[in-house]
């Protein structure tokens, strides 16, 4: 009887929907039961957690994944124990934002050192959860993966619904119900295989001084970019919220929410490409990797529209099932906006991909995000209040295609040179 093999991706489209779902239920819950004012509140919160998990995978996942081909086992097992710890220290950086947003709004109980304290520890727990989760991902150790995903997922929404039915949901009961469960990645420790052998003359060995060196060659281009990602995807909700009504920016993110299986697809996705990419970048094989990169990303932008045209659906013939912030004036033109976004979005984040599957890529990309994130603010802040909302917006949009533009540009990575495009297949979208 011949043995099925599961594809790499529908492990890390499983593991990554199991998390991302536990995002979405918890934030639909919010919305329909509870007031916007925590709906927007969890929205931030999430924001938070997402720079400082990027900070840590840029100190830890990035180096590392890069530097594997040439680390023995235990060296990497020695790594990954010391990256636990540091966890804690990269939620002190997240603490005073943490202070200044989330006593003031949802406004619970302004200044108090018990929320805060509370959020702190959240944010720790989610660290540790996804340091695990990508130490899994590095040593492909898919099916524990999984099974760690699938009972976080479990017990969040227990727990959640839980506070439904005592009519309890609240922002914070939101936070903790996202954050207890990931007591259960601490269970999902390393064991490299001891088998795993490096040639003597390349082996890095853990915390010495040429791996310090490659670490820092990687991590000073990933850490800023991941701060200047996070300011361009991520970064004006908090300016949002300081400059419209609880009421606006919970329409515009319950619109995104509509496109939450296409960012747990491409967060999959990429959680999968990362080591892939690195494999064939080792190997030499980037023409195969830029096919890989084209092939996918336009099936992914198939299955947007597919998921814009469900959420126009939804939004002009059966809005009375959707929560009240759905329900607004102008919710289809946000619908437009992000099925746009998460389009673009999608290629953009294969081609950063390709050109971080090797060290020299980190500040190609670092550059790129800087630049356009730089137009993204001016164009953003220019035309906030000055024109509706979802036309401001469409600055994103833009900067997404000045950045494909910029990383495909005069380089050797680049995806968009005719001889590479001419006979790609687009109806794949699978990874052998």
């Known amino acids: 009887m011949a043995i099925v093999r599961i594809p790499r991706v529908a492990y890390s489209v499983t593991s990554q929907g199991l998390v991302s779902a536990c995002n979405l239920l918890l934030s639909l819950a919010l919305l329909y039961y509870s007031e916007a004012r925590h709906y927007v509140a969890f929205l931030l919160f999430l924001n938070v957690v997402q720079l400082l998990s990027g900070l840590q995978n840029a100190l830890f996942i990035s180096p590392v994944g890069v530097l594997i081909p040439r680390m023995p086992a235990l060296e990497v097992a020695r790594t990954e124990r010391a990256a636990y710890k540091m966890t804690v220290l990269i939620a002190l950086t997240g603490l005073p934002f943490i202070a200044y947003f989330f006593t003031r709004s949802p406004r619970l109980d302004p200044g108090s050192l018990g929320l805060t304290v509370t959020i702190f520890v959240a944010t720790i727990m989610l660290l540790k959860r996804e340091l695990a989760r990508n130490a899994c991902m590095l040593r492909s150790d898919l099916a524990v993966l999984v099974r760690f995903d699938f009972l976080y997922f479990a017990m969040a929404m227990l727990m959640a619904g839980s506070a439904i039915l005592l009519h309890e949901l609240t922002f914070i009961v939101a936070v903790l119900a996202f954050a207890l469960p990931a007591l259960v990645s601490t269970l999902s420790r390393p064991q490299w295989p001891i088998t795993r052998t490096v040639a003597a003359e390349t082996a890095l060995t853990a915390f010495a001084p040429r791996f310090w060196n490659d670490v820092g060659q990687v991590a000073r281009w990933s850490v800023p970019g991941v701060i200047v990602t996070w300011l361009f995807s991520n970064g004006y909700w908090f300016i949002l919220e300081r400059t419209q009504d609880e009421q606006t920016v919970a329409t515009l993110g319950a619109a995104r929410l509509l496109f939450a299986p296409i960012g747990l697809v491409i967060q999959g996705w990429l959680m999968q490409l990362r080591p892939v990419s690195v494999s064939m970048a080792h190997a030499g094989k980037m023409v195969e990797l830029r096919r890989l990169v084209i092939r996918q990303s336009a099936a992914g932008a198939a299955f947007v529209m597919l998921a814009a045209a469900c959420g126009y659906a939804m939004v002009t013939w059966y809005p009375h099932l959707l929560p009240r912030a759905m329900q607004a004036e102008g919710v289809t033109g946000y619908v437009a906006v992000w099925a746009l976004y998460f389009a673009v979005f999608w290629l953009r984040s294969g081609i950063s ?54 990383l495909s540009r005069n380089s050797h990575l680049g995806i968009f040179t005719a001889q590479q495009l001419k006979n790609v297949p687009i109806a794949s979208a699978g990874t052998k």
């Open 353 to 406: 991909t390709v050109h971080i599957s090797k060290t020299s890529g980190f500040k190609k990309v670092f550059l790129a995000n800087l630049m356009v994130c730089v137009l993204f603010y001016a164009l953003f802040l220019l035309s906030l209040n000055r024109v509706p909302l979802s036309v401001s917006l469409t600055s994103l949009i833009a900067s997404e295609i000045l950045m494909i533009f910029l």
